[in-house]
């Protein structure tokens, strides 16, 4: 029989779909495990830890593993990921001994990786004390910490100094100085369709409703949901709203809260450290504030804090333990990561030699107030009624009455699940 | 076969020898593979990779079996990229595989008493130093006032004699071998794992080191009894039993987390089906769906049709660049074009309000119903270029003799494209439209991409969106927010392809008898 043309196309494409049997039945043979047979004489070099970083950061990481190695002998295999796809299939694959060892991540995963069981818990010990509070505070949870933590995350006020050259002392003030500009935009936050809780939070916290309450070890407790205590706060967003200043739209997304802030049109911008660099690179005479609050109490932003996790299934955990807590948790590394991704360190003494630059203390100063961001499963059930109630709010609706639906629903939600 | 009656017999050593290599690669590949599922103990795949192997080669060796020649690459696609997926999705479609139910049932148990684990409040860090004797490992310590304790895991920890480096850290004592960190690595698995008694009393906690550098004293309140399969929490009395749906549950039936994954026969199909809070909305969806393919299909193939008969006109100049302009959109990637379209849409910043529309506050994307018009407007934006093409072709094949033999016979334009050219079309496009609409069934990229499903329904208790057709609303249901149900997905999912083949098994019926009338 000859070898026609469809033939050899068939042959060829029986190629590859062995390729892919084999591709798809061995996705695991990446080098995670090497931890050879019993023997005191096994050369510690044969051990490798498999690590996944978000793209931007693997550069940084890459660069302080290989001090690590030279230190230790044990090699660091950095694996640049998706972000937004890492934390899936992370608990996908841990479980079937293919995971990475150590996975980046943020502390809201705690919630989902701990109730499926796909992390170790990480001993900090005396180090604890030499970390941010808040930092701790998130990589705890119910009693146990998870995560080494290297950055925290919360919002401030980026003010324009071309614009207004004092920082505001209160969101009237904030407003009456923005308008005194003479700009378009006083104030402005991003919001969208489906509202932005997230970036309303610290005005919802400065009228004394957060959405959990804490029990004594400073654990949120989804018992104790709080979130009914913002009647007063629904009344004060509904005045910002359409049938009030309509300072907060959900018009404005995100794209165009960026758009009017570095074109000069906006004042004053509640955003996070992810968009320093821009402002910074529009021309834009950027100083960062504290949250004016609209009421006499702190106006306190979410932190989210990002950090490493131990995969439980990794065959080498002393040596990703070691690797985390004498390592990733020292002023240097955590610095080289700060260099690369522009978070603020959660070690205190990286934090502090930061600090020394205006916009990063800004944002210290403005986390002092930050609360970590509840990372129990029940923040799941908040988070998908949250911001739909606050943008009918912000279109019109009756603030007091939708509010109590939002608790309400939140309430049953939680009760249900 | 063509080359047959060409190639003299001589020359068939070339095209023999390509055969050989390119089967030499596939074995070579596979050869490869089989070794790594062996190591890895998958024997099932391997026997399917084994006899996949074989037949092949059976196949392309043998100087019969033609038609299998032609066939087998398509059938190992067919296995590979549908049967397994199907297959795999059924399977889903019957367990608990959800958040909290990913592991299996020994990880689970690992992982509760990890998470159990608490350092003893107050308790020192101690500086540890991992020593062997004999077979067994051991820690020694330094307390903070310096004195030296040992102990291994069937003996408590006690005093002992040791040698202390510069810092003051005890590192090597009588009758037992130091370890160092390299050594330390090579059995690290067993160092983790080691918990050494603090004193002969279990509720003094157990010494236990991460690093094998730090140690600290640790006490649990769960302990695991392997004998009956059950949970005891120490602290409270609670005993947990497996509750036979992955998880581990008290008698009052509070299940503890992580759990594990576990079939559960019917009981997906059940819960989508005779839960109020999902059935209400999901009936919702449904209409919806149905109406929004059916219509997606209708007015793309109206538009389409109607554009190919304009330009079906002979002697029209410039047909060739009106249709190119027409195609346009078709060669536009589609998921670009659904998110131009989207911002395009929004209210009070977007294109269409902005400049077309002189600043009027069309809420495109925010009312239900404008929503709804905007979701099918992009989608026959996107979707006539398709029907333009394919009823231009059909168009372009209807036998001139028959056209003119009905102008011969006194029929009306009208009457021509009525009874002669609209059959024929039809019978050639209705396959099409089926298909068009099955895919506009599950057309999840047009909804998530221009409306994201909404505006939210908020009188519905579920995530669900006024412009959410099914598929959107299981991908919000299953992979959105923290409660993960994989296997309610693939419910729904199978649920789905049943709706979706009744419904083509119908039309093509239909189509056919539209055939034999023909």
Redesign the interface.
Same mark, same amino acid.
């Not at chain 2, 080191?209 to 730090?214: E, H, I, K, L």
């Given at each position: 029989m000859l070898m026609t043309k469809k033939s050899l196309v068939a042959t060829v494409a029986v190629a590859a779909s062995a390729m892919l049997l084999s591709a798809c039945s061995s996705s695991d043979d990446s080098p995670t495990t090497t931890s050879a047979a019993p023997t005191t004489d096994t050369p510690a070099a044969t051990t490798t830890l498999t690590v996944w970083v978000d793209a931007e950061r693997a550069d940084a990481l890459a660069a302080v593993a290989s001090d690590y190695e030279a230190a230790t002998g044990i090699k660091v295999d950095i694996v640049s990921r998706d972000n937004a796809t890492m934390k899936d299939d992370f608990m996908q694959q841990a479980g079937t001994g293919s995971g990475p060892d150590v996975v980046m991540g943020a502390h809201d995963w705690l919630g989902e990786l701990t109730t499926n069981g796909v992390v170790a818990p990480v001993e900090l010990g005396d180090s604890a004390a030499n970390y941010l509070q808040v930092a701790v505070d998130a990589a705890n949870y119910e009693g146990t910490v998870y995560m080494l933590p290297y950055g925290v995350e919360n919002l401030a006020v980026l003010r324009n100094a071309d614009l207004v050259a004092e920082p505001a002392t209160s969101f009237d003030d904030m407003i009456a100085k923005g308008n005194a500009a003479g700009v378009e935009y006083p104030f402005i936050v991003q919001q969208g369709a489906d509202g932005d809780p997230y970036h309303l939070y610290p005005f919802q916290t400065a009228f004394g409703a957060p959405v959990f309450g804490r029990d004594e070890s400073g654990a949120y407790d989804p018992s104790q949901l709080e979130l009914g205590n913002g009647a007063q706060f629904a009344t004060w967003l509904a005045s910002q709203g359409v049938n009030g200043t309509n300072i907060i739209s959900t018009e404005i997304t995100g794209d165009i809260a960026t758009d009017k802030f570095l074109t000069g049109q906006a004042a004053f911008w509640l955003t996070g450290p992810w968009n320093v660099k821009a402002a910074v690179d529009a021309g834009i005479n950027v100083v960062v504030d504290r949250i004016p609050s609209p009421t006499g109490d702190p106006a306190q932003p979410f932190a989210g804090v990002k950090g490493f996790f131990v995969n439980q299934y990794s065959q080498n955990k002393v040596a990703a333990n070691d690797f985390l807590v004498n390592y990733l948790g020292t002023a240097d590394v955590q610095k080289a990561l700060y260099a690369s991704g522009g978070v603020l360190p959660a070690l205190k003494a990286a934090a502090d030699e930061i600090a020394s630059d205006p916009l990063v203390k800004g944002f210290k100063d403005a986390g002092e107030d930050a609360v970590p961001m509840p990372a129990i499963p029940e923040m799941g059930q908040v988070w998908q009624f949250w911001g739909v109630a606050e943008a009918q709010i912000l279109n019109g609706a009756d603030p007091v009455a939708t509010w109590e639906k939002l608790t309400q629903d939140v309430q049953t939600a939680i009760s249900g699940s | 076969?063509t080359?047959?009656d060409k190639?003299p017999v001589t020359t068939?050593t070339g095209?023999?020898l390509?055969?050989i290599v390119?089967?030499a690669?596939?074995d070579a590949?596979?050869l490869?593979?089989m070794s790594? @599922?062996v190591t890895?103990g /998958?024997y099932v795949?391997f026997t399917i990779?084994l006899l996949?192997?074989v037949g092949?080669n059976a196949i392309?060796l /043998?100087?019969r079996a033609?038609p299998a020649?032609?066939i %087998?690459?398509g059938v190992? =696609?067919l296995a590979?990229f549908q049967v397994f997926v199907i297959g795999y999705t059924v399977y889903i479609a019957f367990t608990n595989y959800s %958040? #909290?139910h990913?592991? /299996?049932k020994g990880?689970?148990i690992?992982?509760?008493l990890?998470?159990s684990?608490?350092?003893l409040p107050d308790s020192a860090?101690y500086p540890v130093t991992v020593v062997?004797d004999g077979s067994d490992l051991g820690f020694l310590v330094t307390s903070a006032d310096g004195t030296a304790l040992v102990g291994f895991a069937d003996e408590p920890l006690h005093k002992v004699e040791a040698s202390y480096d510069g810092a003051g850290k005890a590192v090597a004592t009588s009758g037992t %071998?130091t370890?160092? =960190?390299?050594?330390? @690595?090579?059995?690290?698995?067993?160092?983790?794992d080691l918990a050494i008694p603090v004193s002969d009393s279990a509720a003094d906690g157990t010494l236990r %080191?991460?690093?094998?550098? /730090?140690a600290?004293i640790y006490v649990s309140d769960l302990h695991y009894d392997a004998a009956t399969d059950t949970l005891t929490n120490t602290a409270t009395g609670v005993v947990y039993t497996d509750g036979g749906r992955g998880s581990f549950v008290d008698s009052d039936g509070n299940e503890i987390?992580?759990g594990w994954q576990v079939a559960v026969g019917w009981h997906n199909f059940t819960s989508a089906l005779s839960e109020t809070?999902i059935l209400g909305p999901l009936l919702r969806v449904i209409v919806w769906t149905l109406v929004f393919a059916t219509l997606s299909v209708v007015l793309t193939f109206g538009l389409g049709l109607g554009i190919s008969l304009l330009f079906d006109q002979r002697g029209m100049r410039g047909r060739t660049l009106y249709r190119i302009i027409m195609v346009l959109p078709y060669a536009f990637p589609a998921f670009l074009g659904a998110l131009i379209w989207a911002g395009m849409l929004?209210?009070?910043?977007g294109f269409i309000n902005q400049v077309l529309l002189g600043g009027a506050a069309v809420p495109w @994307?925010?009312d239900p119903t404008m929503a709804k018009v905007a979701v099918l407007l992009v989608n026959l934006w996107l979707g006539f270029p398709y029907m333009f093409l394919v009823t231009t072709g059909a168009l372009q094949a209807v036998p001139e003799e028959a056209v003119e033999a009905a102008r011969m016979d006194g029929a009306r334009p009208w009457q021509v494209m009525r009874y002669v050219k609209m059959p024929l079309v039809l019978v050639s496009t209705a396959p099409i439209l089926i298909s068009s609409f099955a895919f506009n069934f599950n057309n999840f990229n047009i909804i998530y991409l221009v409306t #994201?499903g #909404?505006?939210?329904d908020?009188s519905a208790?579920i995530?669900v969106g006024h412009t959410d057709i099914l598929i959107s609303l299981v991908y919000k249901v299953a992979f959105t #927010?923290?409660?993960r149900d994989y296997g309610l997905a693939s419910a729904f999912s199978i649920l789905i392809f049943i709706l979706v083949a009744t419904i083509s098994i119908i039309s093509f019926r239909k189509t056919k008898t539209l055939e034999e009338i023909d």
């Open positions: - | 076969m080359v047959r190639a068939r095209p023999l390509f055969k390119m089967l690669l596939v590949g596979a490869f593979a790594i @599922l890895k /998958s795949a990779m996949a192997t092949i392309y /043998s100087k033609l020649k032609y %087998t690459p190992i =696609f590979v %958040t #909290g990913i592991i /299996s990880q689970a690992e992982a509760l990890s998470q684990q608490s350092r860090q062997r %071998t370890l160092s =960190f390299g050594d330390i @690595l090579a059995v690290q698995q067993d160092v983790f %080191t991460q690093d094998g550098r /730090s600290f987390l992580p809070s929004s209210k009070s910043f @994307l925010t #994201g #909404g505006p939210r908020v208790s995530p #927010g923290q409660q």
